[in-house]
């Protein structure tokens, strides 16, 4: 309520409208829970995971540093109030098709190779996300391979 009156006087003054923000059903946000809870599971996000999810979200959502901060928040708060992934991958089954399911996939495996390795449990969490996603195992594997190549040439 306070958000509302605060952007009201905003308006009233002729002050430019403060920033979008980002709705429980928007599948960026899903998208960037997701990718917050993959690169969280090992206890905590380091700065290169960090850097590399925001340089991700800006790349493939075209979004500024500054709404990739918002949304990264955003998603941070999402993850924990989530019991479990689907509340994540349901909105990307809903909100988008196969291709770009697979893209999300393919996203969360920039973020998990920004250290340069996998972490076993990393690449549980994309495996499970994967399979929620309907993207195929073969996929999902060829995926990781190909992140692998052009980020961390010696993991497989």
């Given amino acids: 309520m306070l958000r509302s009156l605060v952007r009201l006087v905003s308006q009233l ?9 980002f709705s429980d059903s928007d599948y960026r946000l899903a998208a960037t829970a997701l990718l917050v809870h993959l690169v969280s599971v090992d ?4 700065e290169a995971e960090r850097q590399r999810l925001a340089e991700v979200l800006r790349q493939r ?40 399911r697979r893209r ?14 996998v972490d076993e ?22 995926l990781k391979r190909a992140i692998g190549e052009t980020m961390a040439p010696s993991e497989d």
Avoid at 13 to 21: S, T, Y
Avoid at 43 to 46: A, E, F, L, P
Avoid at 123 to 134: M, P
């Fill in 43 to 46: 206890g905590d996000m380091n």
């Fill in 13 to 21: 003054a002729g002050e430019a409208a403060e920033p979008q923000e």
């Fill in 121 to 142: 449990l990393e690449d549980n969490v994309v495996w499970r996300a994967a399979d929620l996603l309907n993207v195929p195992s073969r996929d999902r594997i060829a």
């Fill in 61 to 100: 959502f075209s979004l500024d540093a500054e709404a990739a901060v918002r949304l990264i928040a955003a998603a941070i708060d999402k993850d924990r109030e989530a019991v479990d992934l689907y509340a994540f991958t349901s909105v990307l089954n809903r909100a988008l098709n196969d291709e770009e």
């Fill in 104 to 117: 999300v996939v393919e996203m969360m495996w920039e973020v998990v190779y920004a250290d340069g390795r």
